[in-house]
């Protein structure tokens, strides 16, 4: 029972992460139906931005998260309108072509900013490392603030897409770009505010997730993939569904690692993404068939 | 049949010269030259699959290791010849290379891409963590090449064997591309409904274009074990599969030539960026870039440019292949939907 | 003798009828045209024929041979062929290389055959060549052989499709609207076209078509489908009497017109 409710509590946690970045894989696939294979890598440097400000300029922890966030929202930006747009036509291996060589270059520049190769960096937690009881299961108390962190960002997105005129017009590119093109809605910047949007989130996981782990340049394509089989859970096209899978991911992890080896929770998103694609295409939480007809 | 002057006295040159490489160079760009060749069999192989058949596979580095670690095991564990151990691996690849045709009958595009980098990666998994068969992450030192009688020694020998099983798959590959089964490949890439209605079948020519690049991903996997000596499973990882996609990428999809061209520039351009030292990814990733943006149908279209060159099923543009919209469901023509087939057009 | 014959097809989607208890006989030889409003499930009825989609009920029979339930490629191996409404000539290749795709399942050399380019298949890729020169001359379009099947106009594209199926030597083709975008010129080539088609190679015509003319001119008789039910068949001057008919056309005012024009 100890064993379970320490496995729950960690699970959920990393699940929470999880969630974060299948949140913005969901979000950008969803208006450009294709799959940013750098994601990890921007949450990467969203993760060391965040260390520059928080332990190398002694900035407080939460002017460091939303600086993260901010500069999360112009890399993305960016990359979108520079890399993304003028290949946008040019089709998956293109695309994917070009995600790749960014995420050279930001894995690059972490390592030449940052570090040498290979280099971990630890960032400092912000609450005591003693674990304190919650309804009979010992949490740490840092595992709670990124919970708590992370369902607040969730939140904040959910209204954005939700509430304002932008998350309208989203949703509508995401629905029918040609449609929402031709009753006026700018596609091309919707574009832009989606990678930028999607990026700022994985920012506010890095922030987040930064004080429980390590950083390190390499961090990308592991989450990337681990995100990626939480959005695929959900049927990647479901935010509900990429955040219920991002736990989802977290518990199946905490559980295989905790219960049968460390080995087989490296290996379980992997089975699960050849799992789901294969038999069940549509995700556990209904989303439209990935099948091709 | 056209005459294919161009491109054949090209790669007649090309190998004519890697073949005096060995009487001039020093050890070191004789090991280049034999990487290159095998990264020719790797692109060659990987382009029939994709560039050709048009199916988005991440698996390739995966049969790579397949192949180079059934060579060395069979030779290591079981005492097999060379002779014997080689084609064992690459059937091998061949066979595991042929299971992932099963994910891609029912996916296309990004998904099979992403469930067979799923596969790659659990594959190198089992190669980490099956310590009694792999001899887990610290791999397995596996025998160089040993023709003893004959007075070649071993880095000769390879090099040699390298650059005929190279000829040959290249020429496969040419010969390939130039009949019933070359069209076929296109027609299910380019369009599975009017492939299906003129008699071609689907999960064959699928199976057979798995099959084709998983063999050729093991016979280069079963070169490159006595070539470096050694067998572990970093060298048939993540950064081993972008580099295979990039040499199709930069070479030119769907043209025999491109992968032969894509693959030595590659080459060429991973020994150049040692000497960039720490800032090597940041120019790597910089110079991918670059050709997706400014030449997105590969080199060799400045090849095709010359007078006399042509080369067959080679109308291609990638960015009709895989673009996002093609693999939406709904934009079918011949969609589910009744409504949509029958007044899509007007 | 009869061709096709179409028993009680039924399909839904998702809970849409869209074909209700279709049958009819094609005799060998014919030339039919199927027209209705737009949504009628004329292309369906023609996907499902081909294999692409899979009937609810009902048996679909091609020279006496039952074809219901089996796969595209088996239905074409015994001798139907398909051209489309969208263009569906393949990008990557020529149009010489288009046509001698037709000619796959009439060929016999496999990989190894291939890699090693034996005799046997050098004279096959040789022989098929030639026939496929053939075919665009007998379908006019020789002059393009090299240039790539989308350079085209999407007529001609279709006309190429037309060449693809026939050099496979098929027992019927299934037309869909083969005659959309083109010029009046075009239209009575495409009339004579078809007329030779059945007339020189004995190949057994069903098409969709919405150019009355071409529909009234060559076919033998006529196909109506509405909401995916047949609502008439007959001979082409009986069919634009029929009330039912300018029934469900007036249903739609554009088609009215056309059909009036």
């Not at chain 1, 899978?245 to 929770?265: K, R």
Request: aromatic fraction near 10%; charge should be positive.
């Amino acid at each position: 029972m100890m064993m379970f409710g320490y496995l729950l509590a960690s699970g959920i946690t990393t699940g929470a992460l999880y969630a974060l970045v299948a949140l913005g894989i969901t979000v950008v696939y969803k208006a450009t139906r294709s799959v940013n294979f750098a994601h990890g890598d921007l949450f990467m440097i969203g993760g060391f931005i965040a260390y520059t400000f928080h332990v190398m300029w002694g900035l407080p922890y939460v002017v460091a998260l939303l600086l993260a966030v901010a500069a999360g929202f112009a890399i993305g930006a960016v990359v979108e309108r520079l890399a993304f747009r003028p290949l946008r036509d040019q089709g998956l291996v293109s695309l994917l072509l070009a995600a790749i060589g960014l995420s050279f270059i930001l894995k690059g520049t972490a390592r030449a900013v940052w570090g040498g190769k290979g280099d971990f960096i630890p960032f400092p937690p912000i609450a005591t490392p003693s674990p304190i009881s919650v309804g009979g299961i010992l949490v740490v108390p840092q595992q709670l603030i990124v919970l708590a962190g992370a369902i607040a960002v969730m939140a904040i997105f959910a209204g954005l897409f939700k509430f304002t005129k932008l998350g309208r017009m989203m949703q509508a590119t995401a629905d029918n770009a040609k449609a929402a093109k031709l009753v006026g809605i700018p596609v091309n910047r919707v574009y832009v505010y989606t990678m930028a949007i999607g990026t700022a989130i994985a920012g506010s996981a890095a922030v987040l997730m930064a004080p429980i782990t390590l950083l390190y340049p390499d961090i990308g394509f592991v989450l990337f993939i681990k995100s990626f089989a939480a959005a695929v859970l959900g049927g990647l096209t479901s935010i509900p569904g990429a955040v219920a899978g991002g736990f989802l991911i977290g518990l199946i992890e905490a559980m295989s690692g905790g219960y049968i080896s460390t080995q087989v929770q490296d290996v379980s998103s992997y089975i699960v993404i050849m799992l789901v694609l294969v038999f069940m295409p549509q995700g556990l939480f209904g989303g439209r068939a990935l099948r091709r007809v | 049949m056209r005459l294919l002057l161009g491109s054949r006295q090209f790669l007649f040159l090309m190998f004519a010269a890697l073949a005096v490489v060995p009487a001039v160079a020093n050890p070191y760009i004789l090991y280049i030259c034999n990487l290159g060749m095998l990264y020719v069999i790797l692109a060659v192989g990987l382009n029939i699959l994709v560039g050709y058949a048009g199916q988005f596979a991440l698996a390739n580095a995966a049969m790579f290791g397949i192949g180079a670690y059934g060579a060395g095991l069979l030779q290591v564990k079981l005492g097999a010849p060379y002779f014997l151990a080689a084609p064992g691996g690459a059937i091998l690849a061949m066979l595991i290379g042929t299971v992932i045709v099963f994910p891609a009958l029912r996916l296309s595009g990004i998904y099979l891409g992403l469930s067979t980098l799923a596969f790659a990666m659990f594959s190198q998994w089992v190669l980490l963590h099956w310590n009694s068969v792999t001899f887990g992450g610290g791999g397995f030192p596996a025998p160089h090449l040993d023709l003893s009688p004959l007075p070649i020694g071993p880095d000769t020998g390879i090099y040699f064997l390298s650059w005929l099983v190279t000829i040959a798959l290249v020429a496969f590959a040419w010969s390939l591309v130039r009949s019933r089964i070359g069209r076929a490949f296109v027609a299910v890439r380019d369009g599975e409904i009017a492939a299906q209605s003129l008699g071609i079948d689907l999960l064959r020519y699928k199976a057979l274009a798995f099959a084709i690049s998983g063999f050729y991903a093991g016979t280069a996997g079963a070169l490159y074990a006595p070539l470096l000596g050694y067998v572990s499973p970093e060298g048939f990882d993540l950064f081993q599969m972008i580099i295979q996609k990039s040499m199709i990428v930069v070479g030119g999809m769907g043209s025999v030539m491109g992968s032969v061209l894509g693959a030595a520039v590659m080459v060429f351009l991973l020994e150049l960026l040692r000497a960039f030292k720490s800032t090597q990814e940041i120019v790597f990733g910089s110079i991918l870039i670059a050709f997706v943006m400014f030449r997105p149908r590969g080199l060799v279209t400045l090849l095709q440019r010359l007078p006399g060159w042509e080369e067959p099923l080679s109308s291609f543009d990638p960015r009709r292949l895989f673009a996002p919209a093609a693999s939406e469901p709904a934009s079918s023509p011949l969609g589910a939907s009744p409504e949509l087939a029958d007044e899509g057009r007007r | 003798m009869t061709m096709l014959s179409v028993r009680g097809l039924s399909i839904s989607f998702g809970g849409v009828q869209a074909l209700n208890d279709v049958s009819f006989d094609v005799e060998a030889g014919e030339i039919i045209g199927i027209i209705g409003p737009n949504g009628a499930g004329k292309t369906t009825l023609l996907n499902t024929i081909s294999g692409l989609n899979r009937a609810t009920a009902g048996q679909v029979s091609l020279d006496g041979v039952p074809i219901t339930g089996l796969r595209p490629t088996q239905i074409a191996t015994l001798g139907l062929g398909r051209t489309f409404q969208m263009s569906q000539l393949f990008p990557g290749m020529t149009v010489l290389e288009n046509v001698m795709s037709g000619l796959h399942r009439k060929m016999r050399a496999g990989a190894f055959a291939a890699a090693f380019r034996t005799r046997s298949m050098r004279e096959e890729e040789q022989a098929t060549a030639e026939k496929a020169w053939e075919a665009l001359r007998y379908v006019g379009m020789e002059r393009f052989a090299h240039h790539p099947g989308t350079a085209l106009s999407f007529g001609q594209q279709r006309v190429i499709e037309i060449a693809r199926t026939l050099i496979g030597e098929p027992k019927l083709v299934l037309l869909d609207e083969p005659a959309v975008g083109l010029s009046v010129n075009r239209v009575a080539e495409l009339d004579r076209l078809l007329r030779r088609i059945r007339d020189e190679k004995g190949v057994t015509l069903i098409m969709i078509e919405h150019v009355v003319r071409l529909v009234m001119g060559v076919c033998d008789r006529v196909l109506v489908l509405n909401y995916g039910v047949k609502i008439a068949e007959g001979k082409p001057e009986q069919i634009v009497a029929d009330p039912q008919v300018i029934e469900a056309y007036l249903g739609s005012e554009f088609d009215a017109k056309r059909l009036a024009s």
